[in-house]
T-cell receptor, first 113, second 112 residues
Framework: DADVTQTPRNRITKTGKRIMLECSQT?????MYWYRQDPGLGLRLIYY???????NKGEISDGYSVSRQAQAKFSLSLESAIPNQTALYFC????????????FGPGTRLTVL | GNSVTQMEGPVTLSEEAFLTINCTYT??????LFWYVQYPGEGLQLLLK?????DKGSNKGFEATYRKETTSFHLEKGSVQVSDSAVYFC???????????FGRGTSLIVHP
């Protein structure tokens, strides 16, 4: 089984709808991240959490919110989806600050019509 | 703040050609440096890393050396295969920040 899972893998929705993307991990890591990937722009950090009680905004948090329900679960919500939020979304985990490796989920492809 | 700059793609090569993807960084102190690879339809996965100056990371025939004097971490492979076709991301962690910094990615296309 994959260490970092994301659901759904694909989602098509309409402008104005509320959407939740979910991430679960079995690696036992404290730190979790949400990124979006757009062609030519690489990865951009949306939110990150260093433990269950710690939530921090990344560089592009406007229009998004998150919930850290448990050490293993980190959800990303789009309160009112808009077309320019169409992108590939990745969840990632890591064990420590500083030099540690990140582990990525397989991604969720979101299309907002 | 920290930043990572990598060469724009796509890089198109024939099988068995030599590969170099350039990566330079800006950071304070001594960050750890990473190369991640993203195969089509998948998430990123660690390819190799180096945690201090002059360290060489290596994996699957790929190598990169942490060059503090030139603030670089160029990715190389002596003989690429079609299966190496993917997007490669240079990244750093540390250097005064707990947040990882990624380059924009370089697409590699290898033809038979």
């Amino acid at each position: 089984d994959a260490d970092v899972t994301q659901t759904p893998r694909n989602r098509i929705t309409k402008t104005g709808k509320r959407i939740m993307l979910e991430c679960s991990q079995t690696k036992g890591h404290d730190r979790m991240y949400w990124y979006r990937q757009d062609p030519g722009l690489g990865l951009r950090l949306i939110y990150y959490s260093f433990d269950v009680k710690d939530i921090n905004k990344g560089e592009i948090s406007d229009g998004y919110s998150v919930s850290r329900q448990a050490q293993a679960k980190f959800s990303l919500s789009l309160e009112s989806a808009i077309p320019n939020q169409t992108a590939l979304y990745f969840c990632a985990t890591s064990a420590l600050a500083g030099s540690d490796t990140q582990y990525f989920g397989p991604g969720t492809r979101l299309t907002v019509l | 703040g920290n930043s990572v700059t990598q060469m724009e793609g796509p890089v198109t090569l024939s099988e068995e050609a030599f590969l170099t993807i350039n990566c330079t960084y800006t950071a304070t102190g001594y960050p750890s440096l990473f190369w991640y690879v993203q195969y089509p339809g998948e998430g990123l996965q660690l390819l190799l890393k180096a945690t201090k100056a002059d360290d060489k990371g290596s994996n699957k025939g790929f190598e990169a050396t942490y060059r503090k004097e030139t603030t670089s971490f160029h990715l190389e492979k002596g003989s690429v295969q079609v299966s190496d076709s993917a997007v490669y991301f240079c990244a750093l962690r540390g250097g005064g920040s707990y947040i990882p910094t990624f380059g924009r990615g370089t697409s590699l296309i290898v033809h038979p």
